[in-house]
């Protein structure tokens, strides 16, 4: 028996909650490897998952969430993988359609899972987790697409959130000049310590204007926001330069024109990080482990354990998380 925050619905009242229960092997869905979790996140559709409408992602309960996790592998019918092995998995829509991630026994695909690289161990990789993975794919994607540390600043919205912290690590570890959108001016001192040389405010960002272009400024962009700031974003970019964007929170709507794209050439980049390519993943985890610097990655961690989960997924829906959960399963 181990421990797994197991997510139940009421069938009298619909509604769903979340509580640690006492699981076996034999609860857990099919899977090729089995894998002792040691670490997961708290990520925005866990938050969705542990909500008590299931966030439209649960269609089954009961449900473990945890869209992420980290650990050693406990067996396996793959021979890609033999017990021993530590692994990292994101995406593959575990915690929402497969069980997840906050339990600390997981049986899963092994095709989802990748090996943890040289230089990251299971924490850090959590500290990292899908929202550091994306942050680090929307780096890469901006980077094959010509961008460079000299070519000027690149903007990051949503900065003070998961995606954006690690977004501004990296870029900053790498040599860029990153300005940090953030709708909590709390947080500047936090985004300063991870490189961000500059700090708007969401309102300016988000200031209606009916110019479909202004003054070319950014570089580039890691959008972790979407909707209307995105919108202001595009015309703002420098001729030929690219946005990556990753997020949703501002909505799926995009109420921009096609000027920016025909009179500026700009590149706009979407990133998914559910089905990325085994390739791809492998080639992310390995630039986190080389580009990501440590003592940041340290900065933005706030520990949790599975008792503190529903509370955890109520503040992230509320923009209440600042930078990285890290849920210690076994604590």
Known sequence: ???????????????????????????????????????????????????SSGGGLVRKYPHIPGIDFAGTV????????????????????????????????ANVRADWLVP???????????????????????????????????????????????????????????GYEVA????????ADYLKSLGATQIVAREEINETTKRP????????????????????????MKYGASVASVGLAGGAGLPATVIPFLL????????????QPYDNRLRAWQRVATDLPMDK???????ATLSDLPQLGADILQGQVKGRVVVDVNA
């Open 1 to 51: 028996m181990f421990n797994a925050l197991v997510v139940e619905k009421d069938e009298e009242s619909g509604k769903a909650s979340a509580s640690v229960k006492q699981i076996g092997l034999d609860a857990l869905p099919e899977g090729e490897v089995t894998v002792a979790v040691e670490y997961s996140t708290v990520n925005y559709k866990d938050g969705l998952c542990l909500s």
């Open 74 to 105: 406990e067996a396996s019918s793959d021979d890609r993988y033999k017990p021993g092995d530590k692994v990292v998995l994101t995406g593959w829509r575990v915690g929402e359609a497969h069980w997840g991630g906050y339990s600390q026994k």
């Open 116 to 174: 943890l690289p040289d230089g990251l161990n299971a924490r850090q990789a959590m500290a990292v987790g899908t929202a550091g993975f994306t942050a680090m794919l929307a780096v890469m994607a901006l980077q094959d697409h010509g961008m460079k540390p000299d070519h000027g600043p690149v903007l990051v919205t949503g900065a003070a959130g998961g995606v954006g912290s690690v977004a501004t690590a990296i870029l900053a570890n790498l």
């Open 180 to 187: 940090g959108v953030t709708g909590r001016p709390e947080t």
């Open 213 to 236: 272009l202004e003054s070319e400024t950014w570089a580039g962009c890691v959008d972790a926001v979407g909707g209307a700031m995105l919108a202001r974003v595009l015309g703002q």
């Open 264 to 275: 500026r050439g700009v590149n706009l980049l979407g990133i998914d990080s559910v089905m």
């Open 297 to 303: 990655l340290e900065a933005m961690i706030q520990p």
